[in-house]
């Protein structure tokens, strides 16, 4: 926890989220922006389109797409020919470039892709959970989750940063939880384009669509070569392990804000209990944990900011002396009745010398509030656990036994 | 004029999608960016670490390549770059009239300055020869195939090049791989008009039609020559030049080269629907002046 705050009260300003965000892409100097708008990342492509309509972001393209499939689609075109690349979905956009998104990392293009994090229809739902994004993990994209606007904000620039490294040259999600960050109006300090062109270089691909040295991109892999492509993708997330910790400290170092690398901590150097979480309820947990402490209960926080490269040994080294582990997750894998930071967390553990129990629970699905009792109550099972072992490894919470 | 397609490519002999490749190719010249989707095309001219293409090219998928295009295009004209380079998307006709259609659609629309070339060899080869939206009435394909109750696709073909035009497209065409001067003339006019432009070029399919791999130009022209495969240009919307069918073939003698066509002799009933094709090439006498 290096977050020093108080110097900088005097650049605060008051914005909506989305606009921090699209202020940060701004300041980033992206060469194609496209997008199609859906709820609740509308707000950021309303913006980035006024930015470009006035004229603030030079050598800038924004392509209107007729739909989310074309709006990544453009991209793959865009990024390939050299221009530094962005767009911005949610839900059922998201889901819908669900195939385009392994062309964009499988042809090892940096694009960067801010998520609204919302649920996914049926039932039709447009308030926040992770279920988007997580049932993307597999496509090959970085994915870090943000905390509060200022983080998001932020995340953008090192995004950039950590895809176009040309040891790495994979696309990133930066995921806020919609609405929740989205559309809250919180004080934030907004990017500064000459800083941020000091922390970002141009974009400047080894290899582009250059018919001055014409390359074949996209082509067509027999099972002769096909794994080795997959390796190197594989190769790639391992080294953004480390890129993804030194994006974060050089933005410390230049600009003073830390919300950790891979992960960020909160009071578990003696912790019995250590709750794991993504995205805003990070903020909740916190303020729970601060009572809690009071009361004389031992519990930290992981916060999990990167899920892709899933960081294993940042967490093992926080959770490894911890006497219960619990992950909340606001997604889940129907099937398997777990949510994937619990799931992956505790796959992570067999075949070590760890042995703590790790409880999960499913939080917050379609937006329901997750009140500050509800997470007692799961601090409440995990002393339980403590106690007498582990009685139910995953579940549902607060549901409403009257709808069922 | 050098050939931008090297030879050795992976397609059958006498394939129809590597001579339209060409001729593109040789319309565009070497300031040029290639997209293609998936398709008969991308399989037989990249298999890694090879290549076919000496351009920059890059494969989409099978239903995003003129929304790919798009992104080149904006990419080079953020950059500064966009000088004389030419972009073109080249499909397939299950690509272009099918699952790519709202991204073709998407592009024109938004006006680009990029040319699309369909690549029409009447269905979709690459899976193993099944109808598309381009597949003429009464063939026989893997998923519309000719039965004891059936003669085959019962839809006509999808009208691209119209519906191309009606998004306001400044230069449109239909030209055909059994006229190499005609196609070069026609994308090379497309390539250089600023905005969207598209031809649509036909390209008989030896190994999914069903003729002797020698015979894919003579199939070409008999399709012509027979008025089934009007060859006309569009400027604005508005049909400015059309090719002339001084005497045109009965359709039989097309039909008869095809085994896709074969049941129309064989089966009861058969002569109705020769008669109904007969008369999609009468109709297009008239609507396209050809005589
Ligand atoms: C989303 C999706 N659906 C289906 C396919 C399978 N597929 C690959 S090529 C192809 C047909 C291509 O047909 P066409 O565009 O006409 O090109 P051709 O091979 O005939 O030149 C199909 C159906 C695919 N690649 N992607
Ligand atoms: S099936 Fe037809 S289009 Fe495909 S490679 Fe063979 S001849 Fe060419």
């Known amino acids: 926890m290096r977050r020093d705050y108080e110097n900088e009260k005097k650049d605060m300003v008051v914005v909506e989220g989305s606009y921090a965000v699209a202020s940060a892409v701004k300041a980033c100097r992206p060469n194609v922006i496209s997008a199609y708008p859906i709820t609740p990342q509308t707000h950021i492509v309303e913006e980035l389109s006024q930015f470009i309509a006035d004229g603030e972001i030079p050598n800038c393209e924004y392509v209107m797409v007729e739909s989310e499939f074309s709006a990544l689609s453009a991209l793959v075109g865009s990024s390939a020919a050299g221009a530094r690349s962005y767009s911005a979905t949610t839900s059922q956009g998201l889901e819908l470039m669900h195939e385009v998104l392994f062309n964009v990392s499988g042809m090892r293009l940096p694009v960067v892709m801010t998520i609204a994090n919302r649920a996914v229809s049926a039932p039709i739902n447009i308030w926040n959970d992770q279920q988007d994004s997580i049932s993307q993990r597999d496509t090959g994209w970085i994915q870090l989750y943000a905390e509060d606007t200022q983080e998001i904000s932020d995340m953008t620039a090192q995004a950039f940063k950590i895809a176009e490294d040309p040891d790495i040259l994979l696309p990133v999600m930066t995921c806020m939880d919609g609405f929740i960050l989205s559309h809250v109006y919180e004080p934030v300090v907004l990017l500064d384009d000459d800083l941020v062109a000091e922390y970002l270089p141009p974009f400047e691909p080894e290899l582009k669509l250059d018919p001055k040295n014409p390359k074949t991109f996209g082509a067509f892999a027999d099972p002769n070569s096909y794994t080795e492509f997959r390796y190197l993708q594989q190769q790639a997330m391992d080294k953004a392990l480390k890129k993804i910790e030194d994006a974060a400290d050089e933005f410390y170092d230049l600009f003073g804000r830390y919300y950790g690398g891979l992960i960020d901590t909160y009071e578990t150097d003696d912790a019995d209990i250590i709750l794991m979480a993504m995205g805003s309820i990070v903020g909740t947990i916190k303020d729970v944990i601060d009572k809690l402490r009071a009361n004389g209960v031992k519990v930290g926080l992981l916060k999990v900011r990167s899920f892709r490269p899933f960081p294993v040994e940042a967490i093992h080294n926080v959770i490894k002396d911890a006497k219960v582990v619990v992950a909340l997750d606001k997604n889940i894998s129907i099937g398997l009745n777990e949510g994937a930071l619990f799931t992956e967390t505790k796959g992570s553990l067999y075949n070590t010398k760890i042995d703590v129990p790790v409880i999960g629970f499913m939080i917050g699905q379609g937006g329901r509030d997750i009140p500050v009792e509800t997470i007692e109550n799961i601090v409440d099972e995990a002393k339980k656990v403590m106690d007498s072992g582990i009685t139910v490894e995953s579940q549902f919470t607060d549901l409403k036994e009257e709808l069922l | ?291």
């Open chain 2, 1 to 291: 004029m050098k050939s931008l397609l090297a030879p050795g490519h992976r397609g059958c002999a006498g394939c129809c999608d590597a001579m339209a490749a060409k001729f593109t190719l040789m319309a565009a010249g070497e300031d040029c960016i290639v997209v293609s989707p998936t398709g008969c095309l991308e399989v037989m001219t990249t298999p890694y670490p090879e290549s076919s293409w000496e351009i920059p090219w890059i494969h989409s998928l099978f239903e995003n390549n003129a929304a790919v295009a798009s992104g080149i295009e904006a990419a080079l004209k953020a950059k500064g770059e966009m000088g004389k380079t030419k972009i073109i998307a080249m499909g397939g006709d299950g690509a272009t009239l099918d699952i790519g259609m709202r991204s073709v659609s998407g592009a024109f629309e938004r006006g680009h300055d990029f040319t699309f070339v369909c690549i029409d060899n009447e269905a979709y080869m690459n899976t193993g020869v099944q109808r598309s939206g381009a597949t003429p009435f009464a063939a026989s394909t893997t998923t519309s195939p000719a039965g004891t109750v059936s003669f085959g696709n019962i839809r006509p073909k999808k009208n691209m090049p119209a519906i191309i035009a009606a998004h306001g497209s400044p230069y449109v065409a239909t030209t055909s791989i059994g006229y190499p001067k005609d196609m070069i003339r026609k994308v090379k006019a497309a390539v250089d008009v600023e905005g969207p432009t598209y031809v649509h070029a036909h390209a008989p399919c030896t190994t999914g039609w069903g003729f002797d791999t020698s015979k894919t130009v003579e199939v070409a022209k008999m399709a012509v020559e027979t008025c089934l495969w009007p060859l006309y240009e569009m400027e604005d919307g508005e049909i400015t030049k059309v090719k002339k069918v001084k005497n045109p073939k009965p359709v039989e003698d097309y039909l008869k080269m095809q085994r896709r066509f074969k049941h129309l002799f064989t089966k009861e009933g058969g002569d109705e629907m020769i008669k109904k094709i007969q008369a999609l090439a009468d109709e297009n006498i008239e609507k396209f002046g050809l005589q």
